[in-house]
């Protein structure tokens, strides 16, 4: 398996400051995802890249953005932290035949 | 919109029992339907997957059952172990890009 490492692990901020969660991964693979996680909705897609420099939008996109500089690296930005975005957030890789994702262990966000 | 509805909501089953999990899709162009399970501040893992040219896949204790027509999959774990005790997502995929929308999870416990 692909090394997928997220960090941090936990972090708390307060309201309205900029929060960047990073995702790296230590082999070549094109696609990746950011998801969020909460009680009750499931795992929603956030962001996601096809490559470097080549991002789009998910089913809850709002208040972040991503950016992809380099290939192992996949960085989401809370721009102006609220508190509805208290969440745990998964990265995600798409690795293998199909849609094979390897998911990292998470960072658990909360925004206070 | 929710294109993947995932029932029901949790599972209690006795060990040695049959643990059982549906989910039904709205979009017909899906053709990828993995199952993932996550353990406690773990991220989720990739547990099974089906095709939709398959009606069944079986992986030892683990059988996805597929019915096109209805546009329903389910989880099946035969002879359920405590060590099963987790939260399961059905997903489906389709079309550019290989993203995933995941059902809301089921929370299975098997007790001893």
């Known amino acids: 398996d692909a090394g997928i490492t997220q960090s941090p692990r936990h972090k708390v901020t307060e309201t309205g400051t900029p929060v960047t969660l990073r995702c790296h991964q230590t082999?070549?693979?094109?696609?990746m995802y950011w998801y969020r996680q909460d009680p009750g909705h499931g795992l929603r897609l956030i962001h996601y890249s096809y490559g470097v420099k080549d991002t789009d939008k998910g089913e809850v996109s709002d208040g972040y953005s991503v950016s992809r500089s380099k290939t192992e690296d996949f960085l989401l930005t809370l721009e102006s932290a609220t508190s509805s975005q208290t969440s745990v957030y998964f990265c995600?890789?798409?690795?293998?035949?199909?849609?094979?994702?390897?998911f990292g262990s998470g960072t658990r966000l909360t925004v206070v | 919109q929710q294109q993947v509805k995932q029932s029901p909501q949790s599972l209690i089953v006795q060990k040695g029992g049959i643990s059982i999990i549906n989910c039904a899709y709205e979009?017909?162009?899906?053709?990828?339907f993995p199952w993932y399970q996550q353990f406690p501040g773990k991220g989720p893992a990739l547990l099974i997957a089906i095709r939709p040219d398959v009606s069944e896949k079986k992986e030892g204790r683990f059988t996805i059952s597929f019915n096109k027509s209805a546009k329903q999959f389910s989880l099946h774990i035969m002879d359920s172990q405590p060590g099963d005790s987790a939260t399961y997502f059905c997903a489906a995929g389709g079309g550019s890009n290989y993203k995933l929308t995941f059902g809301k999870g089921t929370l299975l416990t098997v007790n001893p």
């Open positions: 082999e070549n693979h094109r696609y």
């Open positions: 995600a890789i798409r690795q293998g035949a199909f849609y094979g994702y390897t």
């Open positions: 979009n017909t162009a899906f053709d990828y």
